[in-house]
Every structure is written in C-alpha cells, then in structure tokens.
Nanobody, 120 residues
Framework: QVQLVESGGGLVQPGGSLRLSCAAS????????MGWYRQAPGKQRELVAR???????TYVNSVKGRFTISRDYAQNTVDLQMNSLKPEDTAVYYC??????????????WGQGTQVTVSS
C-alpha cells in the first residue's frame, strides 16, 4: 500500500553531523505532513521535527538550532539534517507521514526506524 523507507543513520562522534532521509512510495494521492520521531531506550517515542504541506515546521526544543527538516514534494521525501549532535540524541529515528491514499482515507504511516548513535 504505502512504504516509508529511511536511510542515513549511523555512529557519529559528539559534535558531528548526520543526514536522515525518508522516501514514501505506493498508493499516494497526496501527503499532508511528514516528520521524524525518535525513541531512546527506556523512553517514550517523541516528536523531533515535523513539516506540513504549507511548509510550517515544528521542532522539539532540544533540537532547535541544530536540526533542520526539509521536504521534496515532487519526490515525496523528507530529510532531517542533524548538526552538533549530542549523546542524548542517540535513539532510533522513525519517519512518519500523514497520507491521503488513492481512492482512500487519510492514513498514518511509519518507517522501520534507523539507529543514530552519538558516542566518542
């Protein structure tokens, strides 16, 4: 039906950068919003950044000024540029999208997750 495929996670030293990418494919009519969530061990999943169709962005306070979310509407992709990474950014990062399906309702989809580890 719809797939969200993430890439770009890995191991980075504190102060380093990573770029996560997510591509949506399948029976997509249009995409309302796309975003990134993360879940660290023993913690609840939290919103990291989100961008709506009118390019309105939301960031969790802890990443403001360090992370930037961007969308490519033609390619149905969303990227998360992460700079000045800290050990507390270590988590599994999940892509999320609110999608109007072809001949169907608005539905919510998740990617499989990509591990980001910030450690020296």
């Amino acid at each position: 039906q719809v797939q969200l495929v993430e890439s770009g996670g890995g191991l980075v030293q504190p102060g380093g950068s990573l770029r996560l990418s997510c591509a949506a494919s399948g029976s997509i009519f249009s995409i309302n919003a796309m975003g990134w969530y993360r879940q660290a061990p023993g913690k609840q999943r939290e919103l990291v950044a989100r961008v709506t169709r009118d390019d309105s962005t939301t960031y969790v306070n802890s990443v403001k000024g360090r992370f930037t979310i961007s969308r490519d509407y033609a390619q149905n992709t969303v990227d998360l540029q992460m700079n000045s990474l800290k050990p507390e950014d270590t988590a599994v990062y999940y892509c999320n999208a609110d999608i109007w399906l072809v001949n169907g309702p608005l539905a919510y989809f998740w990617g499989q997750g990509t591990q980001v580890t910030v450690s020296s």
